[in-house]
C-alpha cells in the first residue's frame, strides 16, 4: 500500500497550493479518503473528508470556504485545493484513507505559508 502526498512547498500568504495524493496496493474507490494537518507543536487535526463515491465532504470549520476535497476514482487520486493561504496553515499535511478494516497514511508533504 502506497499514498504518496505531493505538491507542498513554499507559498506567500493569500496564495494558492493544490496538494495530490497518489494511492495504490487497495481499492481506492472503497476508501474514504481525507487530509490532514500537524504544525509544529501541535496535535495532527483534520482538515477535509471525502466520501469513497465523491458525493459527500466534509471540512473543519476553519478551511470551509477556503478548502476543497476532491478526488479521481479513474486515477486513484485525491486533491486538496487550498486557497488564500495564511501562515497559520503552515503544516505537514498527510493523506489518509479509511476502508472497513484497514487505515493508510501517506508520508506527508510540507506547506510552509510565509512571505
Known amino acids: 500500500v502506497q499514498l504518496v502526498e505531493s505538491g507542498g512547498g513554499l507559498v506567500q500568504p493569500g496564495g494558492s497550493l493544490r496538494l495530490s495524493c497518489a494511492a495504490s496496493?487497495?481499492?481506492?474507490?472503497?476508501?474514504?479518503m481525507s487530509w490532514y494537518r500537524q504544525a509544529p507543536g501541535k496535535e495532527r487535526e483534520l482538515v477535509a473528508v471525502?466520501?469513497?463515491?465523491?458525493?459527500?465532504?466534509y471540512y473543519a470549520d476553519s478551511k470551509k470556504g477556503r478548502f476543497t476535497i476532491s478526488r479521481d476514482n479513474a486515477k486513484n487520486t485525491v486533491y486538496l485545493e487550498m486557497n488564500s493561504l495564511k501562515p497559520e496553515d503552515t503544516a505537514v499535511y498527510y493523506c489518509n484513507a479509511n476502508l472497513p478494516h484497514s487505515n493508510y497514511w501517506g508520508q506527508g508533504t510540507q506547506i510552509t505559508v510565509s512571505s
Open positions: 496496493g487497495f481499492t481506492f474507490r472503497r476508501a474514504d
Open positions: 471525502i466520501s469513497s463515491g465523491g458525493g459527500s465532504t
